[in-house]
């Protein structure tokens, strides 16, 4: 299957289990403007992750962080914090966690 710039992906079902089973998962980033020296050291820590897609609950994030307990839930209620919040479960994608602290630490 060749996959042309800007082409819209329809998979079925045995193209998505080839996906998941593949051992390298790589995200290709393609821009049409020059990149600032910060964006390309952004773009280079996001090609090292090898699971861009995973899942951080709030103790892993308070770890990270190194905060109390009383200040992951509140930060987990940020309007700018990428959080997933179903139910009682406070969880962020790894991928948008490190571009949130990124942006913070700027």
Known sequence: MEIKKNDIIN???EELDTLE???????????KKDLTT???QTIAILE???EPF???DTRDVMQDLNIS??????LFRREDFPSINIGKRNQIMLLPYILWK???RI
Request: zero cysteines.
């Open 11 to 13: 998979f079925t079902k």
């Open 21 to 31: 089973k593949t051992e390298n998962k790589r995200i290709i980033i393609e821009f």
């Open 38 to 40: 910060e964006e390309k």
């Open 48 to 50: 090292t992750i090898k």
């Open 54 to 56: 995973t899942m951080l």
């Open 69 to 74: 307990e009383s200040l992951v839930y509140k």
């Open 102 to 104: 990124m942006k913070k």
